[in-house]
């Protein structure tokens, strides 16, 4: 997907807070966009190193053409899950260690920000899970994840026991520490360190991956992102947690049901130049060195 430069008028900066690193390179990003004619609109830590009146988070990028994260892929996850609604193109610049959402090195960042400024930007865009459980008659909404959304046990020395339906059809009793539904960008997640497979992020699909399966007949299993997965809790067993991308986290009691599905507005991912997928791959998980 190509998106015009002439588009892109007013460009959100979120840094890593507490880093000295993404505060002092967001200053110069901040003054970079500003003598070329952009908006910057700069996260609040941000803001008052700028000496400029905070605003706050969730509106700033949803105001946004563009959203520059600089940090790891959990400053980018957190400024994904912001913009709600909306389909804003994120560039993610690495500051932290593996990185697989925040691809861009920091001296890539103005080089792509030139190309942004003369013509075109390429961007992928991701399918996100959005969540909601049900509570006696009460249906609660959870938000949405990039990665994955993931049912764990609330209790570190009890399993949980999660029931699986896909689209009405009962699939399995669970009995493990958990639970986790993974989107192909969150393959190389979470999912992944529980023997997950790692799905190019093309595929239209949805990873149910058991986590610590208490039978060896339980693996990993791929679906369509239309699948409607529902999770419940039967009574009378522990209660679990609900996480959505290690940001968001709510607490389930036995008797609850959670319903997974693919949310309808996917996040878009600029995409440095060159770059393919197995060469990303490569170099994160330095494929052929070891």
């Not at 049912?151 to 059809?169: C, K, T, W, Y």
């Amino acid at each position: 997907m190509i998106i015009a430069r002439n588009s892109i008028k007013k460009v959100g900066i979120f840094t890593k807070n507490g880093v000295p690193a993404a505060q002092k390179l967001g200053e110069k990003l901040f003054h970079w966009l500003a003598a070329r004619g952009f908006t910057p609109l700069p996260a609040p830590e941000l803001a008052r190193s700028l000496g400029k009146k905070p605003r706050g988070e969730a509106a700033l990028a949803r105001s946004a053409d563009l959203l520059i994260t600089l940090g790891g892929d959990g400053t980018f996850l957190h400024t994904a899950g912001l913009a709600g609604e909306k389909a804003v193109p994120i560039l993610g610049v690495n500051l932290g260690g593996l990185g697989f959402l925040t691809e861009a090195a920091p001296e890539e960042l103005f080089p792509l920000l030139q190309e942004i400024r003369s013509g075109k930007i390429e961007i992928e865009a991701r399918i996100r899970l959005r969540a909601e459980y049900l509570r006696g008659k009460k249906w609660t909404d959870c938000g949405s994840a990039l990665n994955d959304v993931v049912i764990g046990r609330g209790d570190p020395a009890r399993m949980v026991v999660l029931n699986v339906a896909i689209d009405s059809e009962t699939l399995s009793s669970y009995r493990a520490d958990g639970l986790i539904l993974a989107t192909p960008t969150g393959s190389t997640a979470y999912s992944l360190s529980a023997g997950g497979p790692i799905i190019h992020p093309s595929l239209r699909a949805i990873t149910l991956n058991p986590i610590s399966p208490h039978t060896l007949t339980q693996r990993p299993v791929l679906l369509p992102d239309s699948a409607r997965i529902r999770i419940t809790l039967p009574a009378p067993a522990a209660g679990a947690v609900l996480s959505l991308d290690g940001q968001s986290r709510f607490e389930l009691r036995p008797g609850d049901e959670v319903l997974v599905s693919k949310h309808p507005v996917p996040t878009l991912l600029v995409r440095p130049p060159g770059r393919s997928y197995f060469q990303i791959l490569q170099t994160k998980l330095h494929w052929g060195t070891r």
